[in-house]
């Protein structure tokens, strides 16, 4: 099966995410997905290939050397994002892509411009894998997938060329930060894994935001609006307030690079009581500490004006920025950038604006940088992935697993 047909495949299956489960997977839709990648697997040799409870996907294919070569793993994630659509895919290719606007649905006037996406002029002549504008791809991270087997199958199809263990594994719920979570590190046993779920080939990210996730509750007091002098507590306003209070230039939309971000994602009330759901972003530990202070102080402060327990905040941390750790075990990063050179793609070394499983991973013990895949506006109607870079992508991940092997000559 050649990649444009193994990563279609994958997008057929809606794998959303649910935050609110409370289940592991937050999806049963994700146990599909995994249990097609498991028989796959098997269909290409990897013998050991199975699902667990929790519908990770683990797998091995096994040295064909005599000599002792670092085990290394690769990763990806099975789930998509729930901040827009996943159901009914509708995967369009455009080839030799013209450098302008791209209309992806005309019905609706959904137009992908290159005045907003001023990169596109760079693709020109590539073959785009588009949406409908009516939801997203599923690029993040099935293109990683279909990379990652498309490399199990070339080594497959080549039992001459050397290997160690190359280590796989597919986990679910990523998206909602619960990926690492029953990953067993231990019995996966690699030196360090890549997990490939970046954007454009050529990417590594060794960076990531610390991140954490706050829930504001606001308590109001309704009253019939005819007689609500000095009684109405109204709950909207005073979430109104609560986000007035936080640094207006500190959105995603007003932030970029190192910079970290307060984002409102959710917010769902009435007079009574209103709920916000904020995520807390930044890549430098302090200022981290600093924005979720200020979180409380405003609350504190609110408290003071309207009453005792008007506004609580709930604060959990979720991920933290892996670079120190990653620079302290150089091999993973020296062997990715190895591997693309000798792919010629151009390298780019980015901060990461988000968070992978691989920050987890990292901080329980499995060095895990982040790797390109093609793709390109993550989360939206507007995602899509090129086959020349899921093509570059892979043969990026073949030559990391031969300059693996070569080093241990």
Not at 15 to 33: A, D, V, W
Not at 66 to 73: A, D, H, R, V, Y
Not at 87 to 99: F, Q
Not at 348 to 353: A, E, F, K, Q, S
């Amino acid at each position: 099966m050649n990649i444009v047909n193994r990563f279609l495949k994958y997008v057929s299956f809606p794998t959303t995410s649910n935050p609110n489960s409370r289940t592991h997977p937050s999806s049963s839709e994700q146990k599909l997905l995994a249990a097609y990648l498991v028989k796959e697997l098997q269909a290409l040799g990897v013998s050991d290939a199975y699902m667990d409870d929790y519908s990770y996907v683990y797998g091995t294919v096994k040295s064909n050397s005599s000599k002792p070569i670092e085990t290394i793993g690769f990763i990806a994630h099975l789930d998509t994002s729930c901040d827009m659509s996943g159901e009914n895919i509708k995967p369009r290719l455009v080839h030799n892509y013209d450098g302008g606007d791209v209309v992806l649905n005309e019905a609706l006037n959904i137009v992908m411009t290159t005045k907003e996406f001023p990169f596109l002029r760079e693709l020109k002549g590539r073959t785009l894998i588009v949406t409908d504008g009516t939801t997203l791809l599923g690029a993040d991270d099935k293109a990683g997938i279909a990379e990652i087997m498309t490399m199990v199958e070339y080594f497959h199809k080549h039992p001459e060329v050397e290997h160690g263990d190359i280590k796989i594994a597919f986990t679910p719920d990523e998206e909602i930060g619960e990926g690492p979570l029953f990953f067993n590190i231990e019995a996966w046993q690699a030196k360090w894994a890549y997990t490939v779920d970046s954007m454009k080939e050529g990417l590594i990210n060794y960076e990531n935001f610390n991140a954490a996730a706050a829930r504001v509750v606001i308590s109001g007091i309704n009253m019939h609006p005819g007689y609500a002098k000095n009684h109405m507590k109204n709950s909207l306003l005073i979430a109104m307030e609560y986000n007035q209070m936080l640094p207006v230039a500190m959105t995603p939309s007003h932030t970029e690079n190192y910079e970290g971000f307060y984002h409102l994602n959710n917010i769902e009330g009435n007079v009574e009581r209103t709920e916000m759901h904020y995520i807390i972003r930044n890549h430098d530990k302090l200022k981290f500490a600093n924005q979720k202070a200020q979180m409380e102080k405003i609350a504190a402060y609110l408290n003071d004006v309207y009453g005792e327990k008007t506004v609580s905040v709930e604060i959990h941390d979720q991920y933290l920025n892996m670079k120190e750790l990653v620079e302290k075990h150089p091999d993973a990063l020296n062997v990715a950038i190895e591997a693309i050179k000798q792919a010629g793609v151009e390298l780019t070394i980015l901060p990461i604006r988000g968070g992978t499983d691989g920050a987890q991973l990292t901080y329980r013990g499995l060095v895990c940088p982040n790797l390109g895949t093609g793709s390109y506006n993550f989360h939206s109607r507007y995602e899509f992935v090129t086959v020349e870079g899921m093509e570059k992508c892979t043969e990026i991940l073949i030559n990391i697993v031969k300059i693996v092997a070569n080093k241990s000559n």
